[in-house]
T-cell receptor
Framework: DAMVIQNPRYQVTQFGKPVTLSCSQTLNHNVMYWYQQKSSQAPKLLFHYYDKDFNNEADTPDNFQSRRPNTSFCFLDIRSPGLGDAAMYLC????????????FGAGTRLSVL | GIQVEQSPPDLILQEGANSTLRCNFSDSVNNLQWFHQNPWGQLINLFYIPSGTKQNGRLSATTVATERYSLLYISSSQTTDSGVYFCAVERRSGYSTLTFGKGTMLLVSP
């Protein structure tokens, strides 16, 4: 089945140690999104790629970076994780047509020790 | 930016009961989606409904775009309906992305 796959499902890192989360999709969608969701809060958009064009949200910290080497893959890099970066990270994709439905992966839950 | 308010914030139901969740938004939208987030964190799209009415099994949704609100109806609720229901909208004007409401947490007890 076509889907959005996030790896790993759970990630533990140390304070200040760089970490990379990955997302892949078989839907051939041109837009990929990264959201951060903290406990009992709504998902918050960090950035998205529209094809190769990177769109950063104004309040996304510089500590968060992203790469999209091809249509299928997108990575979230956290350069120096702090305790406040512990959260669920959700990847989503969409086709960006007149009917623009976002499809989400299962998420990666990040713990920072 | 666009404001999205969901009500109620929490809801507890007995299995078999019906419920209505509401989403109010502050601007014209060209995209409105209802999502269910299960206890494991997976967000599942329930409806894409910027206007009109749709039904899918025990769930249905109505969006009245001119009055800037949407309703999600759950009939004959089951324990598997438990989780958080999010409404997310995209403003009509210009290029924008989805803005999520804070969600309604639903607990269906047996």
């Amino acid at each position: 089945d076509a889907m959005v796959i996030q790896n790993p499902r759970y990630q533990v890192t140390q304070f200040g140690k760089p970490v990379t989360l990955s997302c892949s999709q078989t839907l051939n969608h041109n837009v990929m999104y990264w959201y951060q969701q903290k406990s009992s809060q709504a998902p918050k958009l960090l950035f998205h790629y529209y094809d190769k064009d990177f769109n950063n949200e104004a309040d996304t910290p510089d500590n968060f970076q992203s790469r999209r080497p091809n249509t299928s893959f997108c990575f979230l890099d956290i350069r120096s994780p702090g305790l406040g970066d512990a959260a669920m990270y959700l990847c989503a994709t969409s086709r960006r047509t007149s009917v623009d439905i976002q499809y989400f992966g299962a998420g990666t839950r990040l713990s920072v020790l | 930016g666009i404001q999205v308010e969901q009500s109620p914030p929490d809801l507890i139901l007995q299995e078999g009961a019906n419920s209505t969740l509401r989403c109010n938004f502050s601007d014209s939208v060209n995209n409105l989606q209802w999502f269910h987030q299960n206890p494991w964190g997976q967000l599942i799209n329930l409806f894409y409904i910027p206007s009109g009415t749709k039904q899918n099994g025990r769930l249905s949704a109505t969006t009245v775009a001119t009055e800037r609100y949407s309703l999600l109806y759950i009939s004959s609720s089951q324990t598997t309906d438990s989780g958080v229901y999010f409404c997310a909208v995209e403003r009509r004007s210009g290029y924008s992305t989805l803005t999520f409401g804070k969600g309604t947490m639903l607990l269906v007890s047996p």
